[in-house]
C-alpha cells in the first residue's frame, strides 16, 4: 500500500500541465479522519447535497473502520501544501474492492488531479491483491462518468445499497 515513507508506492508523484501552468501532486495514504480528509470530504459532501437528497448519498457510509488493517487506503493528494483532492478504496471481498469518496476541489478540476488519484488507487488496490474495482457515482456528475469511462471503466449493474436509487450509476474495471 504504502512505502515506509508513508508515500503511495505507485503512482505517487504526478506533474500534470494544464494551459500554460503546472500541478506538481504529491498523493499520499493518510488517516481518513485528518483534518485535511475532513475539509475534502466536507466539500465533496456540500457538493453531493446540491444534488442528490439525503437517501441518494452513499459516501457517508464509508468509515474509518472499513479501511484498517490492511482492509483499504485512503488517498489525499496536494498541490505544494494544500490538500486538493482524496479517494479511497476499501476491500470487497479478497479479490474485488469499492473506489469511495473521490473528489476534487472545484479549482483544480480539469486539471487531471482525478485521473491522477484514481491512478494511485488502481496501484493501491493492486498492491492490496485486488483484481477488480468496482464504484457508484451519481447520475448529474458528468464528469465523473468521463473520468471512469476514459480510465477503463464499465457500466454494471448496480448492486447493495445502491440498487434501489434511481440516480445511481455502477462500473467496474478488470486490473
Known amino acids: ?32 479522519d485528518s483534518a485535511d480528509a475532513r475539509r475534502l470530504i466536507a466539500g465533496l459532501d456540500a457538493g453531493l447535497a446540491e444534488l442528490y437528497r439525503p437517501e441518494q448519498r452513499f459516501g457517508p457510509n ?6 484498517e488493517e490492511g482492509r483499504g487506503t485512503f488517498l489525499v493528494a496536494r498541490d505544494g501544501e494544500q490538500a486538493v483532492a482524496c479517494g479511497a478504496i476499501r476491500l470487497l471481498d479478497p479479490i474485488s474492492a469499492e473506489v469511495k469518496r473521490m473528489y476534487v476541489e472545484p479549482g483544480q478540476r480539469g486539471r487531471g488531479v482525478g485521473k491522477a488519484v484514481l491512478t494511485a488507487l488502481e496501484a493501491a488496490a493492486r498492491q492490496l491483491g485486488v ?3 468496482a464504484l457508484e457515482t451519481g447520475t448529474f456528475q458528468h464528469a465523473a462518468i468521463a473520468l471512469y469511462k476514459g480510465a477503463g471503466f464499465t457500466q454494471i449493474d448496480c448492486w447493495g445499497e445502491y440498487a434501489s436509487s434511481p440516480t445511481s450509476i455502477c462500473f467496474e474495471k478488470n486490473l
Not at 6 to 32: C, M, N
Not at 62 to 67: G, I, V
Request: net charge negative; no cysteine; charged share 30%.
Open 1 to 32: 500500500m504504502s512505502g515506509a515513507d508513508g508515500h503511495i508506492d505507485a503512482g505517487s508523484r504526478a506533474r500534470l500541465e494544464a494551459a500554460d501552468e503546472f500541478v506538481s501532486l504529491v498523493i499520499t495514504a493518510e488517516p481518513f
Open 62 to 67: 464509508l468509515k474509518p473502520d472499513h479501511l
Open 131 to 133: 483484481e477488480r474495482l
